[in-house]
C-alpha cells in the first residue's frame, strides 16, 4: 500500500509499504477518507519544528471501517469512523480516570503520524490502510448530520481547541453576562476552535492574531477580532483566556490578561530548554495555568454535543485539497488543510 512520508524540509513522497494486518481480536482495520493537517504538521512543513526524515505523516481524520477482529462490538466493516490520534486501550487505570493520552498500556505519547515524539508509532493517517489496535476503545461513529469536511480535525486540533474553554463553562455560566468574555491568542487552527466553542457556549470572545485570513476565519465563527500589528487597547482581563501561539512573550501577555483566580490554557510546544512564568505574580493573583496534552477521545464526545447543537466549525478549514496531490500540496500548507479520497 501507499503511505504519504516526510523526506525532508518541504518534500514529502508516497511510499509502498506493507499493509498492515489483524492480529489480535480486538483490532480493526480502517481506510482513512479525509485527513486533515495537524497544527504540528504545518510546524514541520514550515520548518519550525525540525524532525528526522522517513516517518508516516497523518494523524487527523475520518475513516471508513473496513475490517474488525472477532471480539469487535462497536463498530463493524462499512461504518464511517472519527479515529483519535492518541492509541488507548480504554480499561486500563488511565484510561477509565478519561486520561486516555496517557494510557499505560503502550508506551507513554502512543499516536499516529508523529513517529519521531510518539512514544509507539502507529503510522499515518496518510495511508491506504491504518490498523487500530483497540477498536471498541477508540473509534467514535461520525454524526450523519455533521459536515465532514468541518470535523477532519476532530482527532486532534478540535478536542485540543475544546479543551481551553470547555472545562469551564460552568465558571462562565455563574458570571453575569458582561463577564462571560474569553481571551484567545491565536496561530494556526486550535485558537479558532477555543474561539468557535467559547462562542458556542455564549462567551463574548477577543480572538488575537496576525494573520488576516485567521481573523476573518475567527470574526466568521463569532468572535471579536483583534490584529497585533495595530494598536488596540480594548482588551480588559478575563475570567478565561487561551494561549495557542507558543512564543512566551504572547504567554506573558495571556497571563498578565487573566483575572484574580481566572484560568488560562496554553496548547504550545516549547522548542526552547527554558521558558519564564511571572510565578510571583501568578501566585499572589491566583491566576490557574493548564498546560500539557489533550486526552482526545475523551473529549470527543463532549465536542459531539456541540456541534449536534449546530456548531460550524467549517471557518476554520483553510483548503481542501485532492488526496492525489498531497505530496505537492503538504509541504506549502500555512493553515488547516483537508485531503479527500474520492
Request: hydrophobic share 40%.
Amino acid at each position: 500500500m501507499r503511505q504519504l512520508t516526510y523526506e525532508e524540509t518541504g518534500r514529502y513522497a508516497w511510499r509502498d509499504v506493507p499493509e498492515p494486518q489483524l492480529t489480535a481480536p480486538e483490532q480493526a482495520l480502517v481506510r482513512p477518507l479525509m485527513v486533515a493537517c495537524c497544527d504540528l504538521d504545518v510546524a514541520v512543513c514550515r520548518g519550525r519544528l525540525p524532525l528526522p526524515p522517513g516517518y508516516a505523516v497523518g494523524h487527523e481524520g475520518l475513516a471508513e471501517v473496513v475490517a474488525v477482529g472477532d471480539d469487535v462490538k462497536g463498530v463493524r466493516a462499512g461504518d464511517r469512523v472519527v479515529v483519535p490520534f492518541q492509541i488507548n486501550c480504554g480499561a486500563c487505570r488511565e484510561c477509565r480516570r478519561g486520561v486516555t493520552g496517557s494510557c499505560s498500556s503502550v508506551p507513554l505519547m502512543a499516536a499516529y503520524g508523529m513517529a519521531p515524539i510518539a512514544g509507539l508509532d502507529g503510522g499515518g493517517f496518510m495511508s491506504d490502510l491504518v490498523l487500530v489496535p483497540y477498536a471498541d476503545a477508540m473509534l467514535i461513529p461520525i454524526p450523519e448530520a455533521v459536515e465532514p469536511v468541518s470535523i477532519a480535525s476532530l482527532s486532534d486540533n478540535i478536542p485540543d481547541g475544546w479543551r481551553t474553554v470547555g472545562p469551564f463553562g460552568a465558571e462562565l455560566d455563574k458570571l453575569d453576562v458582561v463577564d462571560r468574555r474569553v481571551l484567545v491568542l491565536g496561530r494556526l487552527s486550535i485558537g479558532l476552535y477555543s474561539a468557535a466553542f467559547a462562542v458556542a457556549m455564549g462567551a463574548q470572545v477577543d480572538y488575537v492574531d496576525t494573520d488576516p485570513q485567521r481573523l476573518a476565519a475567527a470574526e466568521k465563527l463569532g468572535a471579536v477580532v483583534h490584529d497585533v500589528a495595530k494598536p488596540d487597547k480594548s482588551w480588559g482581563s478575563y475570567p478565561v483566556t487561551v494561549h495557542t501561539t507558543a512564543d512566551p512573550g504572547a504567554l506573558s501577555a495571556a497571563l498578565r490578561a487573566t483575572w484574580p483566580d481566572g484560568v488560562c490554557t496554553d496548547t504550545g510546544i516549547y522548542s526552547q530548554p527554558k521558558v519564564e512564568m511571572p510565578l510571583q505574580p501568578m501566585y499572589t493573583r491566583g491566576v490557574r495555568f493548564v498546560t500539557g496534552r489533550v486526552s482526545a477521545r475523551t473529549v470527543i464526545p463532549q465536542v459531539l454535543e456541540l456541534l449536534a447543537g449546530g456548531l460550524d466549525l467549517s471557518p476554520a478549514v483553510d483548503r481542501v485539497v485532492a488526496w492525489e496531490d498531497a505530496p505537492s500540496a503538504w509541504p506549502t500548507m500555512t493553515g488547516k488543510t483537508v485531503y479527500a479520497r474520492t
